[in-house]
């Protein structure tokens, strides 16, 4: 089974930034969808945003547009989230996801993506 590693989580204050990044060894991520999902105490798993393949189209959680930007390197080896303007609500295990055949109608659905990253924690407080 494919899992991918996250990393780049860590503590920073209410309106600072932190830039999270997934990958998988050895596995180009070319040719499908990367979601980014969180989830809090409490709190049901929550879609953030999706870097759809080839065509570089993205989609946001209306939470988070303006503030996150989700990316992938020229490489096609990593996808990133930069979150900016962190908010407290912010914090949360954020999970990176790839989705083999993801279509518009599902990205929001954590059961539409078939690997997932262990998570990394993100808290955000002064």
């Known amino acids: 089974q494919l899992k991918f590693v996250e990393s780049g989580g860590g503590l920073v204050q209410p309106g600072g930034s932190l830039r999270l990044s997934c990958g998988a060894s050895g596995f180009t991520l070319a040719y499908y969808a990367i979601g980014w999902f969180r989830q809090a105490p409490g709190k049901e798993r929550e879609f953030v945003a999706t870097?759809?393949?080839?065509?570089?189209?993205?989609y946001y959680a209306d939470s988070v547009k303006g503030r996150f930007t989700i990316s992938r390197d020229n490489a096609k080896t990593a996808v990133y989230l930069q979150m900016d303007s962190l908010r407290p609500e912010d914090t949360a295990v954020y999970y990176c996801?790839?989705?083999?055949?993801?279509?518009?109608?599902?990205?929001?659905?954590?059961?539409?993506?078939?690997?997932w990253g262990q998570g990394t924690q993100v808290t955000v407080s002064s």
């Open positions: 996801a790839l989705g083999l055949r993801l279509i518009s109608s599902t990205l929001r659905n954590p059961s539409a993506y078939d690997y």
């Open positions: 870097y759809r393949r080839n065509g570089g189209y993205t």
